[in-house]
């Protein structure tokens, strides 16, 4: 069975998008690792900034390698950017595969295969798959006919053809909060997320709370000049519907399965617009 270690670089462990891609792999047969690496936050005078955390990356250094995974995954927003680089830096030779997923390597592919072997643009579940099937036949022309990824082609930077949105979100949830092989970095120490700890490192903003997330949706119908939404609809028209909801039942689904799992006190959505979805929509749930 092939192993994955997918790692959340956020203050967190709500990590939809790495919860969402392991609950995908797990149910086609693909051993899935949790890490998150949660940075020291400090607040000074005017600002907040992320402390130094070199031990933190020690401390993943040694987890990966207990886990010994094939593939190593993390997720990159723009503002992580240095702190997902670095960590993938430190684990080259270590890990036969670094791969880097997210807005920003979306955006930006070249800048991110400074640091990983292969980067993921857009929604990575399909793309994932493909090359965990794959495996150790990564061969240059094998990797061409992957849609949405970047990759290294005998020194040169080559970025595929999009692969276009899927439209049935159904098929991606409940995300996965199972807690099997999850772990926890945080002030250089490792420990496994389990149901007595989830409440305490999920976030409470706003409501001091212990918050559960949640995307009832994909995609905004604006496309504000401050949104990586303006960006990815340009890059995305006319492959594939871009706003896109699961049914109500799914996510009401996804409510009760976090309840259970975790004993959530509170739920926020995290959609881009909400109330974009249809009316009927909003009456039914």
Known sequence: MKKIALISPYEDISSLGVRTLSAYLKKRGIHTSIIHVIPVIEQEQKYVRARDDSYNIEALKKLIAQLDPDFVGASCMTNYFRRVARMLDELRGMVPLRLMGGIHPTIRPEECLEHADIV???EAEETL???IQIGDTLTASRLRAVKGIGFWDEGKKVT????????D?????PIDFSFSDEFVISKGKTERVNINNALQLLPKFPFNKSMFRCNASRGCPFSCSYCCNNTLKK???GNGKYIRWRSVDNVINELIYAKEAICIESIR???DSFLHLPVEWISDF
């Open 120 to 122: 993921c643009l857009g």
């Open 129 to 131: 798959f493909e090359l």
């Open 160 to 167: 595929t053809e999009l692969r276009p949105l899927v439209d």
């Open 169 to 173: 979100l159904d098929k991606y949830h």
């Open 235 to 237: 890059m995305w028209k």
């Open 269 to 271: 959505f995290m959609d």
